[in-house]
């Protein structure tokens, strides 16, 4: 059973705090792989891409910290997932969480991905918003911070990404960043959408991709 860790709902919930154990490790990228086939691949695929259905996110090239910050916070219970619980179990130690964020972040770029209605009105606001409200911490091409835990977005599945800014408006991915919580709740459903398919459809430029 998975557990269930402090999560925005509480006043004491630190939204970076729970990954800092595993990054003092320097992530052995040889284990990492032996690991991700064990207990990521069946789901995210040998590639990383996941699901182009949006039912699982693409990880391929994904930042270090990130993939770190979030297996974390899955087995600490700060990001509900009793499937991904259960399938993680062998990542018992901060070493392992490591090592398959190095694996993870050494994946090649996939830039395929399931995209929305592609409503040439829709892409424009989904810009507009982007733009306005997400490149500051997500970067122009969705490209994230690293340093900062701020994933990579652009080029990712778009049912998931509409699925998890929902889920962040509401409270419900309880690991969210408190200011990105607080912009989203604001969004309609139309714009939520619509920023979903913008960042979809983003491809990252080799210049672009650090």
């Known amino acids: 059973m998975q557990p269930r860790g402090l999560g925005i709902e509480s006043p004491d919930y630190v939204w970076n705090e729970a990954e800092v154990e595993a990054l003092e490790f320097e992530g052995d990228i040889a284990s990492g792989e032996q690991l991700f086939a064990e207990q990521c691949e069946s789901c995210h695929s040998a590639e990383g891409v996941g699901q182009l259905d949006g039912s699982v996110p693409k990880i391929a090239a ?10 974390a916070d899955i087995l600490g219970g700060r990001r509900d997932s ?7 179990a062998g990542l ?3 070493e392992k969480i490591a090592d398959v964020g190095a694996y993870v972040a050494s994946l090649p ?10 409503d040439p009105a829709a892409l424009e606001l989904g810009e507009t918003l982007h733009q306005r ?12 911070m690293g ?3 701020y994933p990579k977005i652009g080029g990712q599945h778009y049912n998931y990404l509409r699925t ?6 509401v409270g419900r991915r309880r690991n969210a960043l408190p200011t990105m919580m607080a912009i989203v709740r604001s969004y309609s459903d139309e714009e939520l959408g619509a920023v ?8 990252w430029p080799e210049t672009e991709l650090e």
């Open 133 to 144: 409200d997400c490149s500051p911490c997500h970067r122009r091409f969705g490209q994230g």
């Open 62 to 71: 994904q930042h270090e910290t990130v993939v770190v910050k979030q297996l």
């Open 147 to 149: 340093e900062r835990y």
């Open 164 to 169: 998890q800014l929902r889920d962040i408006a």
């Open 109 to 118: 770029v996939r830039l395929a991905s399931g995209k929305g209605p592609g």
């Open 82 to 88: 009793q499937a991904s619980f259960q399938a993680l």
């Open 196 to 203: 979903a398919d913008y960042l979809s459809r983003l491809d």
């Open 92 to 94: 018992d130690t901060p």
